[in-house]
């Protein structure tokens, strides 16, 4: 199956796109309608610093979201927005258990491909790849 191994670059785009879409989508709602309601539902969970964490989440939510469409930071973003999912997970969706899967099938999904981003990278399709190449080089070996 080599061939799947040329569609790389198209897949973590369409990844990184859909990732970074469905956190813009879940944070521009806590702008619109006001942070003040996020802040008490962040608070209702018994998280520490609601306002400032409340702040924290909708830069990372709208701005991590553009980054990861555009393919910049996407490692350290992904990183984030995973450990955002498993706190979220933690914290809101399994709350009832681990039976009941229909409360925390999406963020379990949403969680995972980032972490599948924050290992993977942004693949060749994207700025990081313009503006740092296709990362680390191996180190070469000196000649005995």
Same mark, same amino acid.
């Given at each position: ?43 209702? =969970?018994? @998280?520490? #610093? ?6 924290? %989440?909708?830069?990372?939510?709208? !701005? +991590? $979201? ?48 980032? =972490?599948? @981003?924050? #290992? ?6 994207? %700025?990081?790849?313009?503006?740092? !190449? +296709? $990362? ?9």
């Amino acid at each position: 199956m080599n061939f799947l191994d040329k569609l790389r670059p198209f897949t973590l785009l369409v990844l990184r796109c859909t990732l970074g879409l469905i956190f813009l989508f879940h944070g521009y709602p806590k702008v619109a309608h006001g942070i003040g309601g996020t802040t008490k539902y962040v608070s209702s =969970l018994g @998280l520490p #610093s609601p306002t400032i964490l409340t702040y924290i %989440l909708v830069a990372l939510e709208l !701005g +991590g $979201g553009v980054l990861l469409i555009l393919g910049l930071a996407t490692r350290p973003v992904a990183l984030l927005f995973t450990i955002e999912m498993c706190v979220a997970l933690w914290k809101v969706h399994l709350v009832n258990g681990i039976m009941d899967v229909h409360e925390y099938e999406f963020p379990l999904l949403v969680g995972a491909a980032a =972490l599948a @981003l924050a #290992s993977l990278g942004a693949g060749s399709i994207s %700025l990081d790849y313009s503006f740092f !190449g +296709g $990362g680390p080089k191996p180190k070469s070996r000196p000649k005995p």
